[in-house]
């Protein structure tokens, strides 16, 4: 059963950078066809697709984040990893790491596996 | 970008009456419409993948259908467990880039 479990730091301070990562257990990372992704959800509000990176390198962001983000694959920890630089108050939000576990859900690119969430403040 | 436009924003039903959400795309997305449940402190729960698929465990009283621009998602008799909010999301053909909905929120009446 293939569980998703993110960590990193829940507090950053404004123009740096916010890291995270992602570990992927009871499956591998390496995995044909499969996607991982990081969605937020600010306060409140609704969700955000920030980007996804595919078995084979392929990365793909949210137009509106691209400028900013980075997403990394680490096969040897069997982890992903998520960059936000130039972070502002607007980036505080939950944030998720997401994939599949089966190639039909997959192939719609929709998420049936979801990590808890973390929660990222960006405050001085 | 493609935009998600969910209606109602709340739908105020009892439990055993019938809810029908609304998701318009702002051009064509395909069958690549899914819908997810999403209660409190929680992570959002997939439901519906390519606009009509149940995700595994999914009880059969929640249903998808549409394709193109219009999309409609209905359970079709409400449980205590599925007021929540509901979202659908989509993904374009090319680049690929995904976008979710402002969701709807079903309260109990």
């Known amino acids: 059963q293939l569980q998703l479990q993110e960590s990193g730091s829940g507090l950053v301070k404004p123009s740096q950078t916010l890291s995270l990562t992602c570990a992927v257990s009871g499956g591998s990372i390496t995995s044909g066809g499969y996607s991982w992704s990081w969605i937020r959800q600010p306060p409140g509000k609704g969700l955000e697709w920030i980007g996804y990176i595919y078995h084979g390198g392929n990365t793909y962001y949210s137009p509106s984040l691209k400028n900013r983000v980075t997403i990394s694959v680490d096969r040897s920890k069997n982890r992903f990893s998520l960059n936000l630089s130039s972070v502002t108050a607007a980036d505080t939000a939950v944030y998720y790491c997401?994939?599949?576990?089966?190639?039909?859900?997959?192939?719609?690119?929709?998420?049936?596996?979801w990590g808890q969430g973390t929660v990222v403040t960006v405050s001085s | 970008e493609i935009v998600l436009t969910q209606s109602p924003a709340t739908l105020f039903l009892s439990p055993g009456e019938r809810a029908t959400l609304s998701c318009r795309a702002s051009?064509?997305?395909?069958?690549?419409l899914a819908w997810y449940q999403q209660k409190p402190g929680q992570a959002p729960r997939l439901l519906i993948y390519g606009a009509s698929n149940r995700a595994t465990g999914v009880p059969a009283r929640f249903s998808g259908s549409g394709s193109g621009t219009d999309f409609t998602f209905i359970i079709s008799s409400l449980e205590p467990e599925d007021f929540a909010v509901y979202y659908c999301?989509?993904?374009?053909?090319?680049?690929?880039?995904?976008?979710f909905g402002g969701g709807t929120k079903v309260e109990i009446k």
């Open positions: 999301q989509q993904r374009s053909n090319w680049p690929p880039a995904l976008t």
């Open positions: 051009q064509s997305v395909s069958s690549y």
């Open positions: 997401a994939s599949a576990s089966r190639a039909a859900v997959a192939a719609t690119d929709a998420f049936d596996i």
